[in-house]
DNA sequence: CTAAGATGTATACACCATTCACATTAGGGT
DNA sequence: ACCCTAATGTGAATGGTGTATACATCTTAG
């Protein structure tokens, strides 16, 4: 049975997670620091390191921690989804669990981020491996679904940082919402004066 | 005549900015430091505060003259940009620039950014009225002019930021333009599949 | 030429990441 | 039941950082 003595704190690790994320709501990410969640976990300032190697360990952990919420708030959103409007529903989501949680969404993507924690790339595939079902599903007559799945990706996270940055008015929900949903919209139905001027390929 | 004596620097703001550029292409942001800045300079660690009221600030003008550079190496991409196919271009040398100077990026947009930076609120308008610029030329059909400029920079931004996030492969230069081109060009190429399934107003 | 303001320095404090030697404890092999 | 080992947590120390404060030096307006 843990937790019985003092000394041992029976699962720091997950201590330190919850606390780097509790920190990470209240001081946003300036406030995450180890010796911060060590003082929240009621622990002392080096023993975090027997969990992590480090600084940016705990960060990715939680990161990726993110990447997983992120996924599940999607699809809590439209669980089955098939269609351009299940897609836009599914992009306002995206930008609201991005205004939602900032701090968290900054650290998921506007870290320097090195490319060799498995624990991110496997939580980032998820969430790329999701938006190209729902884009298969809605576009079925796609040839390459890849690059307009990536498209898409990128739209929507673009609007979700310059949300984010102040650089687009986010101050009601509402407003997001038709935002989004309008940007993701109105790209598919511009057809006629695009046709016309880029004859290309 | 200014520099004569040592004591005083001659022009110590516009030395800090040069070496907070040269620590960021150096160091990446971990390197930013206004200690490092001032050891740079040959200046004691406090210095910058006559001219900076903080680290913030410091950054928030670096970040500004990222802003303009941006601006202009858009602008030498494509002088006058009135097709979607300069749009492309555009585009193109947006992401370019992001993973050309990949530090100098994340501090003008990943950074908590307080919007009461004037400086930098003023140099990210710029860009978005030479966006909605472009748009207006190669799209003059279009009803909603800010809400189609907005999801083209908010693809583009988009596109640029999974790049640099490692979320798409950005090896050889060739291989980000061709993606960049096709991802924009190929959200305005597949109206009948969309038209079809989403009829709505 | 001098006094005041602007600019740079020195010192100090609090915080942080990280390392290392050490203390405590849990659990498996006997 | 016992001990030994590995895992886990502690404490002190090092070197870096942002920032406030008091002080030194220079420039320049009157």
Redesign the pocket.
Known sequence: M?Q???????D?RAACLRAARELLEEDGSA??????V?RRAG?????P???YA???ALVSSVAAEGYRELAEHLTTARPAPSTPDDLAAVATAYVRFALDHPAMFRVMFAEPCDPTSEERVAATSAISAYVRGIVRDAFPGTEDTDALSTSVWALVHGLAFLHLDGKLDSSTPEAVADRVRSSVLALFTLSPAIRKAAPSD
Chains 1, 2 share one sequence.
């Open positions: 843990p019985a003595g003092a000394y041992h704190h029976g720091l406030g995450l620091s180890l010796r911060a060590a622990v002392s300032a080096t023993a390191y027997r969990h480090d600084r940016g």
